[in-house]
């Protein structure tokens, strides 16, 4: 058999984007995904969005669930300050060996930790591995029936603080209901919705920013 869709989305990377320059990788997956292929990236769109958020939270500290190729680990790295770090998680090998290679072509290896294994067993690690206290920006676009039990689990791990801002993909679509009854429904959160459309088309989806309230 062929290239894998993630293999070919490093190729458009390898083929289009500048060594070194993030923001070059970024718009050649967009081009791709829009033009060639789709894929589950964050996307262009809501890409400006997350962007506003990650500008917004300035992170010392952020994770990221569900790294797929790494288009949203490279969006949201190469807008940290200097010294912060980005923790991404993925437990699919043959994902996480492609998004080194891109997260690396874009020059921002030093910025990301790649985890790579289920966030369930991850997460109650992060603190003793990395030494981080807590999260100040979480980026949540794993499988979509995830999000409220590891959202429960970083609470419990006391890796959220009193401003810790939680930011999840496709609440509309391919939607996270449980997620957005939990985080609507619960006075530790302060939550919003930002409408945009699902990656590289025309359907609504959109972003739910919530903040922990302590
Ligand atoms: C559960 N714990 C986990 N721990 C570590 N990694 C995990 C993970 N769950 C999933 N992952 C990984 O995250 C990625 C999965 C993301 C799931 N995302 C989606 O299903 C998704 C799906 C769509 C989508 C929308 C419309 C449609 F018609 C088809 C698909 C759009 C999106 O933006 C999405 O994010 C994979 O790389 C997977 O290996
Ligand atoms: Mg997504």
Redesign the pocket.
């Known amino acids: 058999t062929g290239l894998s869709r993630p293999q070919r989305i490093l190729k458009a990377v390898q083929k289009n984007a500048k060594k070194g320059d993030p923001q070059s990788v970024i718009a050649a997956i967009d081009h791709y995904c829009r033009h060639k292929e789709w894929a589950?990236?964050?996307?262009d769109d809501k890409g400006l969005i997350l962007d506003s958020v990650v500008m917004e939270v300035n992170p010392s500290s952020a994770l990221e669930?569900?790294?797929?190729c790494g288009y949203s680990t490279v969006r949201i790295a190469r807008l940290l300050p200097a010294g912060s770090t980005l923790i991404t998680?993925?437990?699919?090998p043959h994902?996480a060996v492609i998004a080194r290679q891109i997260i690396a072509y874009a020059g921002l290896q030093d910025k990301v930790k790649l985890m790579e294994?289920?966030?369930?067993d991850?997460i109650p690690k992060i603190k003793e591995q990395f030494g981080i206290t807590s999260f100040d920006f979480v980026f949540l676009?794993?499988?979509?029936d995830?999000y409220v039990p590891?959202t429960k689990l970083l609470e419990e791990c006391g890796l959220l603080r009193k401003g810790s801002v939680l930011l999840a993909?496709?609440v509309i679509?391919?939607g996270a209901p449980e997620y957005l009854e939990y985080v609507r429904n619960n006075p530790r959160y302060e939550t919003r919705y930002f409408p945009s459309n699902?990656?590289y088309t025309k359907?609504e989806?959109g972003l739910e920013k919530s903040v922990f309230l302590g």
């Not at 998680?89 to 699919?92: C, K, L, P, S």
């Open positions: 589950m990236n964050v996307g669930l569900g790294t797929y998680v993925e437990f699919n994902c294994g289920p966030s369930g991850l676009d794993h499988w979509k995830r590891d993909d496709n679509c391919p699902l990656e359907v989806d």
